[in-house]
């Protein structure tokens, strides 16, 4: 195989962790960012997708039928990953848990191997340890349990080659099982006839490390019927051995006040990941399934602000939102200039994310409303003006509210409009929000947070139920009093408004909503 600049495409094989997006490596993060074509399973969080670039081809290569594409054989796997390889592109093979832990990953790597291509195995967070840990079972725990093991239970009616040595298997303190559910039986009755004690503490695990994680313990001769149970459905990881008894004192993933609860956020994952990284603290499973994205307008367009910029024919330069200030850098750049273009004139901008993107910029405002919404900013310049008139140069979405500039304009100020960006829906095919689409329709939302009308005007255009369904999540949370305008134009009720546009103030108005509801 040859490994250099002159190679063929390569394949890189992506450990995704059992479940949690928090638990894939940083080398992970990095291959996903450059991957031309991302092949995914089904048990790898489709939050990871996030990682990828715009122009990234997903795959969905899972071995069950979803609403993200058909099922796939581990032969055409094997079969699209050598030829996505041969045609030069970088391939990224994301795959549930550990590669090479009962991920099959050997025989992905033994085709590419014999097609002479290369490829390279990035080790993930194997289920066994994340899993087990998660449901506060350490594998190994002095005075207890000096060695573990792991064992696959599907193959436990027999196979001449490879098969599990149930005799040696018994003698470790420590066993966790891997899909295990359709043949625990056969499992737990090999174990008892290696000598396995039948009162041997043991814990069936679902969805371990999400949100629906749920932990079961028991002893191995009830397992088989803890095991099928109808809450209790695959994937699950089962321990055995008097391990499982320290859950008692260390559990610490089920304890946390929001666990158990789905998040749905609706703007895109930059954006998203300070309220992500908080809720996820407080326990809940958040999902990030932007519904739009931002486009900015034509160079043309663009041109025509940044001159507006540069002349200086303003007093006051209004800016509602960090696009907005985006915008206006895109706009100096394309006439050669910077920031420098706005040296004398005065500043008002609303909003925290607002104040980050003009610090990115070197520039301080000069006014900071303590409404932060246009109208209220609006309001503020109009108090600072104090009775006087000023023109002012507004840059803002194309179909934002008017409300702002028919205040000002009332009030004598020139207002100078200019489109600086729009809010474009993203399309409801996209593997994120198929997923979102298809949690909403089962009820697997607890709560949805939105961020801009926008979001929920592109989120109810996706399909035409979206709207009921919308009413039956527990807790709907927005952003200001616009978003919550939208909603209730909607006749949606609102449970969970923050009070200030701030990822602290949001993720405080969610928790608290859920708080009142379980008090």
Same mark, same amino acid.
């Given at each position: ?340 273009? /706005? =040296? ?8 925290? !994310?607002?104040?980050?993107? *003009? +610090?990115? #910029? $070197? ?96 989120? /109810? =255009? ?8 919308? !009413?039956?999540?527990?807790? *709907? +949370?927005? #952003? $200001? ?39």
């Amino acid at each position: 195989m040859t490994w250099g600049r002159d190679a063929k495409g390569r394949v890189y094989l992506v450990g995704a962790g059992p479940g949690d997006p928090g638990l894939l490596t940083c080398r992970g993060r990095e291959v996903l960012q450059k991957a031309e074509v991302l092949v995914y399973d089904g048990l790898a969080p489709i939050e990871l997708l996030a990682h990828t670039s715009a122009n990234c081809e997903h795959i969905y290569a899972g071995k069950k039928r979803s609403p993200r594409g058909k099922p796939f054989s581990q032969e055409e796997i094997n079969a699209l990953l050598v030829a996505r390889a041969a045609a030069g592109q970088c391939v990224v093979r994301l795959k549930g848990g550990d590669p090479f832990v009962f991920g099959r990953g050997a025989e992905e790597c033994q085709a590419l191997a014999e097609a002479g291509l290369p490829f390279e195995v990035v080790p993930g967070v194997s289920a066994a340890t994340a899993v087990a840990a998660y449901a506060g079972i350490p594998l190994t725990a002095r005075g207890i349990a000096a060695s573990a093991v792991l064992v696959t239970g599907h193959e436990a009616s027999g196979k001449s080659t490879g098969a599990v040595d149930w005799k040696a298997v018994a003698g470790h303190q420590s066993i966790v099982l891997f899909m295990a559910w359709k043949k625990i039986g056969d499992c737990v009755e090999k174990l008892l006839d290696a000598g396995k004690s039948p009162d041997t503490l043991a814990a069936a695990i679902r969805w371990g490390t999400r949100a629906g994680q749920r932990t079961v313990k028991t002893t191995l001769a009830e397992l088989p019927d803890v095991m099928h149970r109808p809450q209790m459905r695959p994937p699950i990881l089962v321990v055995i051995g008097e391990v499982v008894g320290l859950s008692d004192d260390l559990a610490w993933f089920e304890q946390r006040p929001l666990f158990g609860k789905r998040v749905l956020l609706t703007r895109d994952p930059e954006r998203s990941q300070a309220v992500s990284a908080e809720l996820r603290e407080l326990g809940a499973d958040v999902l990030v399934a932007p519904t739009t994205r931002i486009e900015f307008p034509s160079d043309e367009v663009l041109e025509a602000l940044g001159k507006a910029l540069v002349d200086r024919k303003w007093n006051w330069l209004m800016l509602s939102s960090a696009n907005a200030v985006r915008a206006c850098q895109r706009a100096l750049r394309l006439l050669n200039a910077d920031s420098r273009a /706005c =040296a004398g004139g005065r500043i008002a901008a609303v909003g925290r !994310a607002t104040l980050t993107a *003009l +610090a990115g #910029i $070197g520039l301080v405002p000069d006014l900071v409303p303590t409404k932060s919404t246009g109208l209220g900013l609006a309001q503020t310049l109009l108090e600072q003006l104090d009775g006087a008139t000023a023109s002012v140069l507004y840059p803002r979405a194309r179909a934002g509210r008017t409300d702002a500039i028919a205040k000002l304009t009332a009030a004598g100020c020139d207002v100078q409009v200019h489109t600086a960006y729009s809010s474009v829906p993203r399309e409801g095919s996209e593997p994120e929000l198929l997923d979102a689409l298809s949690k909403l329709r089962t009820g697997a939302l607890h709560s949805i947070a939105f961020f801009a009308p926008s979001q929920l005007d592109a989120l /109810c =255009a996706m399909a035409d139920d979206v709207e009921g369904m919308l !009413a039956e999540v527990p807790i *709907l +949370a927005a #952003i $200001g009093p616009t978003t919550e305008a939208a909603l209730r134009a909607r006749g949606l009720e609102v449970r969970a408004v923050a009070a200030s546009p701030t990822s602290a103030d949001i993720t405080q108005a969610i928790a608290k909503a859920f708080f009142a509801s379980a008090g």
